[in-house]
């Protein structure tokens, strides 16, 4: 079946950088996008959202940009601190009716001080 | 204060036994989830309950089978484990059972090990 996929399955970056995760996804008739960040030992938590009707959704340290034209989905993070460090999963989903989430495979986000 | 809180966080077991998890959301949501984490990392939806009813089944054998006494307990037997039920199981809910802004809560998860 159609599924959602990451390009790298590991960042390692230093604190006070920039992080970029990435996030392929392959179902057309997807229209709903959401970033989880999972810390070790816990449940995914969600970070951000954005419906496909717009391509960039700004939160505190973190941008979601979305392009449909190649189905791709990306997260920037803003001076990445070690709290940051984490499993980052992309989801996707519709935006209307019963659907479930499906999650890409994860990326791990390795902050050094 | 815990939102969606799961017992027991760890579960070691033989195989061929019969155990349950059990999931609570004090969110006042309508619609739980159980999803199965694996080894490596990825999540897979494996049921949803909307107020007590089952919405969403993706193809999971039938020795695992969710129940949901009330819209706010989603549990989960597992009959005949397997070497291959070795997983971390999550619970989740959210206020609706899909759409955009219907964010999902996850709890904790257990860890499923299966001897």
């Known amino acids: 079946g159609e599924s959602v996929g990451l390009h790298l399955p590991t960042l390692s970056v230093q604190e006070g950088d920039n992080s970029i995760i990435n996030c392929a996804y392959s179902?057309?008739?997807?229209?709903?996008f959401i970033w989880y960040k999972q810390e070790s030992g816990k449940g995914p938590q969600f970070i951000i959202d954005?419906?496909?009707?717009?391509d960039k959704r700004q939160g505190q340290r973190v941008t979601v940009l979305l392009n449909k034209t190649v189905k791709h989905l990306s997260l920037q993070i803003a001076a990445t601190q070690p709290g940051d460090s984490a499993v980052y999963f992309c989801?996707?989903?519709?935006?209307?009716?019963?659907?479930?989430?499906?999650f890409g495979k994860g990326t791990m986000l390795l902050v050094s001080p | 204060d815990t939102a969606v809180s799961q017992t027991p966080k760890y579960l070691v077991t033989q195989m061929g036994n019969d155990k349950s998890i059990k999931c609570e959301q004090n969110?006042?949501?309508?619609?739980m989830y159980w999803y199965k984490q694996d080894s490596k990392k990825f999540l897979k939806i494996m049921f949803s309950?909307?107020?007590?009813?089952?919405?969403i089944n993706e193809t999971v054998p039938n020795r695992f089978s969710p129940k949901s006494p009330d819209k706010a307990h989603l549990n989960l037997h597992i009959n005949s484990l397997e070497l291959g039920d070795s997983a971390v199981y999550f619970c989740?809910?959210?206020?609706f059972g899909g759409g955009a802004r219907n964010e999902q809560f996850f709890g904790p998860g257990t860890r499923l090990t299966v001897l």
């Open positions: 989740a809910s959210s206020q």
């Open positions: 179902n057309s008739a997807s229209d709903y």
């Open positions: 954005i419906r496909s009707n717009m």
């Open positions: 989801a996707e989903s519709q935006a209307s009716g019963y659907s479930t989430l499906t």
């Open positions: 969110l006042g949501h309508d619609t």
């Open positions: 309950y909307n107020n007590k009813e089952l919405i």
